[in-house]
């Protein structure tokens, strides 16, 4: 009963915020151009921020109604998330709000910070917390690149995390299963909105969200090989980033100076003739193995790839 409840509910709640953030940041401007569409359609941005109303039920649903206690290491969970949400929405509303991007320093000590104590908190080791502050950030930038099509970044977690759920059930803590239960809930509830055709893009804030949350569940897990197996559930993102984008377009990794795809005539996407022509990612790989697709066909294609990614290496580690 407490698995369907902490997983319904933050699903519903997560469908119901963001929502209400995706309205409320389309009133503010906080606005990005849907550019693989023909019509160019203008949907809210930053939606991912709203994760962290579910996020916050469970831990308290958790911590209240299952262990009856203050949990130190439930609350680290929610300070963690919510630290690189919060960045990743500085990045999603710098243009709106700040004159100019707040300084990386400023951006990066207070993360650093709640990495660090989380890390030290499981691991009581400095040289261990160091390690583990640069893995969740390492997690939560790979899902954060792994991006530029509906549902692409939130499918894709959404399917890493179903399989740390399966790694997280054979923890000693009963209740780490809940919260990576509530977890899925609250993505799928994002996926929602923002599956093809996308009504609210989640943002850094949502993606930087679900990384360094998939991340610390991992840590949570306390089981050396279990976190080689989550990181190597990523490993299509590595080579999106360090095989494609970083070999053959160096200088612009995000894809920032020129559209990543052409748009056909019939919708379909394309691999450009000139500008981002030759820059390969996972995406334009893909188009250039079956030619010109529709844009939720790229991205089934995508999930597709992760989903027999993580039954690979899940088989692999006997986990299933």
């Not at 050396?224 to 160096?250: A, Q, S, Y």
Request: with cysteine; hydrophobic share 55%.
């Amino acid at each position: 009963m407490r698995e369907i409840i902490l997983f319904f509910v933050p699903l519903a709640l997560s469908i119901l915020f963001v929502y209400l953030f995706g309205k409320l940041n389309k009133k503010n401007g906080v606005i990005g151009k849907d550019i693989n569409k023909l019509d160019q359609r203008i949907v809210p941005e930053a939606a991912g921020i709203a994760l962290l109303v579910p996020v916050w039920f469970a831990i308290l649903a958790i911590g209240l109604f299952y262990q009856q206690e203050f949990n130190m290491f439930y609350f680290l969970f929610g300070l963690i998330v919510s630290a690189f949400a919060f960045i990743g929405l500085m990045d999603d509303t710098k243009h709106k709000f700040m004159m100019k991007t707040a300084p990386w320093t400023f951006r990066a000590i207070p993360v650093a910070f709640v990495s660090l104590l989380f890390g030290a908190v499981h691991f009581h080791d400095p040289v261990w917390a160091v390690m583990i502050a640069l893995f969740v950030a390492g997690l939560a930038s790979f899902e954060n690149t792994f991006a530029g099509l509906n549902g692409w970044e939130i499918g894709s977690g959404l399917i890493i995390s179903v399989f740390v759920t399966l790694i997280v059930s054979t923890s000693l803590d009963p209740n780490l299963v809940l919260l990576s239960l509530a977890l899925n809930g609250m993505i799928l509830g994002l996926l929602f909105w923002n599956r093809f055709p996308a009504r609210v893009f989640p943002g850094d804030s949502g993606t930087l969200f679900i990384g360094s949350a998939i991340a610390a569940l991992l840590v949570m897990n306390q089981r050396f090989e279990m976190i080689i197996l989550g990181t190597l559930f990523f490993l299509p993102h590595f080579v999106d980033f360090f095989l494609l984008k970083l070999l053959t377009n160096p200088r612009d990794v995000s894809q920032s100076k020129s559209l990543p795809y052409a748009i056909l005539p019939n919708g379909k996407l394309s691999i450009p003739k000139t500008g981002n022509g030759s820059k390969l990612d996972f995406a334009k790989l893909i188009l250039k193995v079956f030619g010109p697709l529709r844009e939720w066909q790229v991205v089934t294609i995508l999930w597709a790839v992760t989903i027999a990614n993580c039954l690979f290496w899940s088989k692999l580690f006997g986990v299933i």
